[in-house]
T-cell receptor
């Protein structure tokens, strides 16, 4: 158990819908990262927050957005969902916001878009 | 941008044997970090080992060690005395600054 929690574990929805994925970082970690793992694209970095502020953006679509709240939990919002958005979404957290800080991954949320 | 290439989609090894997983990367950064992550069937991502690019000494964690060749931009993972529990997807990753860039992964099967 990494100490990072993600809810829900599984999510099944239809195209065009909107969903919210939630992540609680390890106690004491200030940084949260979101990654998408799909069969064709592999594991891709989406976005990073550090202490409530957006720090880095990766291959995140405009239909996706995220935020980190004052209690440091984070939410990833996916809207106008398409079949290709079906993937495993990971949240990771670290103490600092740099790559030398070890990232601890949550168990992931499996999103299926039908 | 950094790219990471893992040229071996699948590998297998017998229990107690040694196996090496390959990884090459491309970066223009001077300071960067390299990682190997393990993803067992449970899908949990677990850090196996990491290497700071400015350190010449290869990192070692118990049965896991790396062969870091900076000039060649190569970062291979050696697993000694393979165990059934080592069966997993292994991802090589690099990063400088903030986030990690992952390779496509190598699926390792350890057989009895």
């Amino acid at each position: 158990d990494s100490g990072v929690t993600q809810t829900p574990k599984h999510l099944i929805t239809a195209t065009g819908q909107r969903v919210t994925l939630r992540c609680s970082p390890r106690s004491g970690d200030l940084s949260v990262y979101w990654y998408q793992q799909s069969l064709d694209q592999g594991l891709q970095f989406l976005i990073q927050y550090y202490n409530g502020e957006e720090r880095a953006k990766g291959n995140i679509l405009e239909r996706f957005s995220a935020q980190q709240f004052p209690d440091l939990h984070s939410e990833l919002n996916l809207s106008s969902l398409e079949l290709g958005d079906s993937a495993l979404y990971f949240c990771a957290s670290s103490v600092g916001g740099w790559t030398y800080n070890e990232q601890f991954f949550g168990p992931g949320t499996r999103l299926t878009v039908l | 941008a950094q790219t990471v290439t893992q040229s071996q989609p699948e590998m297998s090894v017998q229990e107690a044997e040694t196996v090496t997983l390959s990884c090459t990367y491309d970066t223009s950064e001077n300071n960067y970090y390299l990682f190997w992550y393990k993803q067992p069937p449970s899908r949990q991502m677990i850090l196996v080992i990491r290497q700071e690019a400015y350190k010449q000494q290869n990192a070692t964690e118990n049965r896991f060690s790396v062969n870091f060749q900076k000039a060649a931009k190569s970062f291979s993972l050696k697993i000694s005395d393979s165990q059934l529990g080592d069966t997993a997807m292994y991802f090589c990753a690099s990063g400088s600054g903030y986030a990690l860039n992952f390779g496509k992964g190598t699926s390792l099967l350890v057989t009895p």
